[in-house]
């Protein structure tokens, strides 16, 4: 007759810490997008309800929970894609590709700041180099194929527009919030073959003044 070995706890333990390292990017997904990456360990262990010892038995340091996060996003926004291809209309959705993926930056001010500032999320930008990067290609092919893009347009253009529609939302921040919007419009119809007329811009320009002041948030928050 066999006995059972007594449950040493083990698996419970590792069932608490996957738990508590859900917690942690969740709070940190919200804290980030809330107040960027200044934000600190000690505001993210609060937000998840966790102390900060626990928080740092998950992750070593700041930079790796920004890490993990960064990479999470990127995978996100490589299922955004995988449906974007499913869409019957080859131009509407790469379309909607870039208008969703813009608006996740729009409103994360942590991701914004890893894209932009560069100093973070190394392995997500691995990441979106060999995952997101052909997924983004399949959706201009398409788009090609159909006669909608423009055939002389590559993904690493569409990469550049989709980083200068971030410093849109950047300066937008404040004055208008979906400044970004206007000017995914104005790309998206230079990426277009046909088109009647010039599509509406769904938001207003910033004033000169907006603009100054933006300008100037932008580039104190960079260094």
């Known amino acids: 007759m066999t006995t059972r070995a007594p449950d040493d706890g083990a698996r419970p333990l590792r069932r608490d810490a996957e738990l508590n390292r859900r917690r942690t990017l969740e709070a940190a997904r919200r804290v980030f997008a809330e107040r960027g990456l200044a934000a600190t360990l000690d505001e993210v262990a609060h937000r998840a309800g966790l102390g900060v010892g626990t928080v740092y038995r998950r992750f070593a340091d700041k930079d790796a929970l920004v890490e993990a996060l960064f990479e999470e996003q990127i995978r996100e926004l490589c299922h955004l894609a995988e449906a974007a291809a499913t869409d019957p209309d080859p131009w509407t959705g790469l379309a909607s590709f870039l208008d969703g993926s813009s608006e996740r930056m729009a409103q994360d001010r942590g991701l914004r700041d890893a894209v932009l500032t560069g100093e973070h ?7 979106a180099r060999a995952e997101l990067g052909p997924r983004l290609q399949a959706l201009v092919v398409r788009a090609q194929d159909s006669g909608d893009l423009r055939a002389d347009v590559t993904a690493t253009d569409l990469v550049t527009a989709l980083k200068s ?7 937008g921040r404040q ?3 979906q400044y970004w919007r206007r000017h995914l419009g104005i790309y998206l119809d230079g990426l277009r073959t046909r088109r009647a007329r010039p599509s509406p811009l769904p938001a207003p320009p910033l004033s000169d003044e907006q603009l100054g002041e933006a300008m100037q948030t932008h580039h104190r928050a960079r260094g």
């Open 165 to 171: 529609l971030q410093v849109a939302g950047d300066l």
């Open 175 to 177: 004055a208008c919030p």
């Open 121 to 127: 999320g190394r392995a997500g930008v691995a990441l």
